[in-house]
């Protein structure tokens, strides 16, 4: 029988409040809308009492989130962000985790990938080449090579977490390399955010596929949202969950808030004006926007947009499910969750 681990009962107390203060924080962003949200630094730490910090580990940078009143020893959650986007991204969901007890270390894996809106295919506006490179066979060997790797290193900068209860998350070209980690030891539970149409171990850790009825392809590599579902329909009977989040479009979805110095600029355009959201949700490195902003991606509307996206089930509901592969407590029954 599964030991339980409950988190301390103020992190239960304070879950509701942190979804509220997220959602107002990405509505502030919103163009036209409320005056500039604070930077995400002193957000975190004053409103949201979470402790950020950063360490390299093997030449990557690690972002760590956590709550400031959580205890030193913590279940873990390894995050891998999205295509073009680096270690400072996905804050939406590593404070719905932080929050509720688990201690969350982001890191991009490869160069490669968090230099992806700074190459010659993405200057060029070649982008299904684009995802043809990074999602392909060489790129995709790499990365899950370069997390194993990483791993080690990660506990061993970081010896006080319980590395007996860790999850491993990831959107886009993370969520790929996340599926592609499920069998390996070391892993309790997966979340797979937005992944490509791949397939995936039938056996191995818990996992929790998240995507949505308008998770399009900016890349142009899928026909349609539902072929997210692949790894999904591989799991063996017991092992995975699909949790089905509507209307919330892939952008959102990264979880990713919009960059200091977006807010401004797409307060001039308007939403649907020339700044396109940043680092594949809002984040990461590339063709510059204000204050060094996040990278140009195939896709329309402000950085913001992407921001503002009502989230709630998906980080309740994530949130849920490393508790009940990490903690022992039961799923809940919800009519967007799928049992596989």
Known sequence: MARVISPPMHLHRSARRTLL????LALAACAGGPPAPKPWAETAARELHLTLASFDADGRHVTVTRSAVAPATTPVVVYLPGLGQGSDTGQRWATAWAQAGY???TVQPLDADAAAWRSDLARTGEFRELG???????LRADR???????VPTLRAAQPALDWRHVALAGYEIGAQTALDARADDGWQAVIAISPPATPAPARGAATLVITSDVDNDPLGLLRNPAERRQAFESFAPGSGWLL?????AHAALAGTLAPDGW??????HGPMGGGMAGGRGGGGSGQQGPMGGGARGPRSGSATEAAQADLREGLQLSRAF???QLRGTAMP???????R
Do not use: F, K, M, P
């Open 132 to 138: 043809l490179l990074h999602y392909g066979a060489t």
């Open 244 to 248: 089905n989040l509507g209307g919330v």
């Open 333 to 339: 029954n919800r009519d967007q969750l799928s049992a």
């Open 144 to 150: 899950l090579a370069a997390l194993r790797r990483l």
């Open 103 to 105: 201690t969350v270390l």
């Open 322 to 324: 490393l508790d009940a």
């Open 263 to 268: 807010h401004e600029q797409d307060q001039h």
């Open 21 to 24: 203060l997220l959602s107002a």
